[in-house]
């Protein structure tokens, strides 16, 4: 798995533990709930926009990879 991967899959896992953790708080009151959920959808734009730049420098990555290895093989 390349680091891009591992650090997208890791990106993933700690979003769905905030999510986990956001769902078990709260009162009865839900005092502060807003401000927690308000956060974690700043964090799930912000890894979307990275997420799709992270995609896109993965697919440029490996064209340039494959152009280098055909100039390599002539």
């Not at 956001?22 to 009865?28: A, I, S, V």
């Not at 502060?32 to 964090?43: N, S």
Request: no cysteine.
């Amino acid at each position: 798995m390349s680091r891009l991967a591992t650090a997208r899959d890791r990106l993933d896992k700690a979003v769905a533990r905030l999510e986990a953790a956001l769902d078990g708080l709260g009162g009865p009151d839900g005092a502060g709930d807003a401000a927690l959920k308000a956060e974690l959808a700043a964090v799930k734009r912000d890894y979307a926009a990275l997420a799709k730049t992270a995609t896109e420098v993965d697919g440029r990555l490996q064209r340039t990879i494959g152009r280098l290895e055909l100039v390599l093989e002539n």
